[in-house]
């Protein structure tokens, strides 16, 4: 059985990782909160810093990224890759989303072990829009009601 990480720090994708919290700190209460704001450029797809506020990191740390879409993995890789940039090893590192895509899924599985990213579904494809097929649309219109 594998020790119980000493800490263990919850890293939200802006917008839609909000609605993820919640219930991640119910199940971790106390744990430290990153922020990583980056928004989709629809014409390129690639993602485009706009805010980052994370705790200070360390090897030792277990680090969560929510985000309830994972389509293209675009966005979940940059903040992998940024989250070892300020310290975090990357063994360590977890993803936690609701839907994927096949595309995202292997996107992801080369910097975060397969077995530390956890979806609920995965869809096999996307549109020609990176959108997930069937997919729910942009999650963070539909949980903002925007």
């Given at each position: 059985?594998p020790a119980?990480?000493?800490?263990?720090v919850l890293?939200?994708?802006?917008?839609?990782?909000?609605?993820l919290?919640?219930?991640?700190?119910?199940t971790?209460p106390g744990?430290?909160?990153?922020?990583?704001?980056m928004?989709?450029?629809?014409?390129t797809?690639?993602?485009?810093?706009?805010?980052?506020?994370?705790?200070p990191?360390?090897e030792?740390?277990?680090v969560v990224?929510?985000?309830?879409m994972l389509?293209?993995?675009?966005?979940?890789?940059?903040a992998?890759n940024?989250l070892?940039e300020?310290?975090a090893?990357a063994?360590n590192l977890?993803f936690g989303?609701v839907?994927?895509a096949?595309?995202?899924?292997a996107?992801?599985?080369?910097?975060?072990?397969?077995?530390?990213i956890?979806?609920?579904?995965?869809?096999?494809?996307l549109d020609?829009?990176k959108y997930?097929?069937p997919g729910?649309?942009?999650f963070?219109?539909?949980?903002?009601?925007s």
């Amino acid at each position: 059985m594998p020790a119980c990480p000493e800490r263990i720090v919850l890293v939200i994708i802006l917008r839609s990782g909000i609605a993820l919290l919640p219930s991640a700190l119910r199940t971790f209460p106390g744990a430290p909160v990153g922020v990583l704001g980056m928004k989709r450029d629809e014409r390129t797809f690639a993602p485009h810093w706009y805010y980052e506020n994370l705790p200070p990191l360390s090897e030792s740390d277990t680090v969560v990224i929510l985000d309830p879409m994972l389509a293209t993995g675009g966005s979940a890789e940059a903040a992998a890759n940024r989250l070892v940039e300020r310290g975090a090893a990357a063994s360590n590192l977890h993803f936690g989303g609701v839907i994927g895509a096949t595309e995202g899924l292997a996107r992801l599985a080369r910097l975060i072990q397969e077995d530390h990213i956890v979806l609920a579904a995965v869809d096999a494809e996307l549109d020609a829009h990176k959108y997930i097929v069937p997919g729910l649309g942009d999650f963070g219109d539909r949980y903002f009601g925007s």
